[in-house]
């Protein structure tokens, strides 16, 4: 049970929105409070700051953690997944689109899952990009890693291209897409903020999928303003619900917009496991 985002907007600041769920199966109640404010690049601070609170079934709080690495834990795995079972199984060359923490979390997910050999960056500050490089090129010492010009010269040769930004304007377009490849899109999660361009959105290669109908059609930009069909949650191809084989003629894009019961889901097991610790 999962509504959709309870937003606030923050004038000339941000938003600051909530995710609560609850998982019946398991008496899992929780709620994840999250604050979106892009101007912290600005301040070396993140740009999302997040808390979760897990309650048990009478209401009572039992733990309140920080958000952050499990959000940005959870949002890369959930990308590497849904690329796994979308992409070309031989994808080697990944493209980032944005250096915040997505970007690291999610080459890192992307690494486990795939045999990368090459990661290109573009960041709209060089110096973010130029960092994460950095980062990157001693984490995976596997992978040629560069810092990219243009988003063009990012993607034009990537089996895998994420999107981590807080953009709320298109950054990538089709002919930054070769055919064959997969799109992430993890940024542009209200319905004025773009990643994606027309053009791209609603080219007769793509094929959309989404964590969640709902949340497409009611919370991201990209599909609320070109209308474009969600071809599949992606939980629907994971259980054989909707059958997708990977096609080099095709161009796929996962739309991430993150579940409240990703979140909550998560936030139990680190708690279960402190809880573990502790009796040990």
Avoid at 1 to 17: D, M, Y
Avoid at 137 to 159: G, I, M, S
Avoid at 209 to 227: C, L, N, P, R, V
Avoid at 235 to 263: H, I, M, R
Wanted: with cysteine; proline share 4%.
């Amino acid at each position: 049970v999962q509504p959709l985002r309870s937003l606030v907007s923050l004038p000339e600041f941000g938003r600051f929105f909530t995710m609560p769920a609850f998982i019946p199966s398991q008496n899992i109640l929780g709620v994840k409070n999250v604050a979106s404010i892009p101007s912290n690049v600005n301040h070396d601070l993140p740009t999302h700051l997040a808390t979760i609170q897990l309650y048990n079934v009478r209401g009572q709080l039992i733990c309140d953690m920080d958000g952050e690495d499990i959000t940005g834990i959870r949002t890369a795995v959930t990308s590497a997944v849904a690329t796994a079972t979308l992409a070309n199984p031989d994808s080697r060359r990944l493209a980032l689109v944005g250096a915040g923490v997505q970007a690291l979390t999610h080459a890192r997910a992307l690494a486990a899952a795939f045999p990368l050999s090459h990661i290109t960056i573009w960041n709209r500050t060089a110096l973010r990009a130029e960092s994460l490089v950095g980062v990157l090129r001693e984490e995976l010492p596997q992978c040629t890693v560069e810092h990219c010009q243009t988003v063009h010269d990012t993607c034009k040769n990537a089996d895998i291209i994420c999107t981590v930004t807080s953009s709320r304007s298109p950054v990538l377009s089709l002919g930054d897409v070769k055919d064959g490849a997969h799109v992430n899109v993890v940024g542009g999660t209200s319905p004025s903020a773009r990643e994606v361009a027309d053009d791209l959105m609603l080219s007769e290669k793509l094929r959309v999928f989404a964590d969640s109908y709902d949340s497409a059609y009611k919370e991201a930009g990209d599909i609320m303003q070109t209308k474009v069909e969600v071809y599949s949650e992606i939980g629907e191809v994971f259980a054989g619900k909707k059958d997708y084989t990977w096609s080099p003629s095709n161009v796929t894009l996962f739309k991430n917009s993150g579940l409240g019961c990703q979140d909550v889901v998560c936030a139990n097991l680190v708690y279960r496991k402190y809880i573990e610790n502790q009796s040990c």
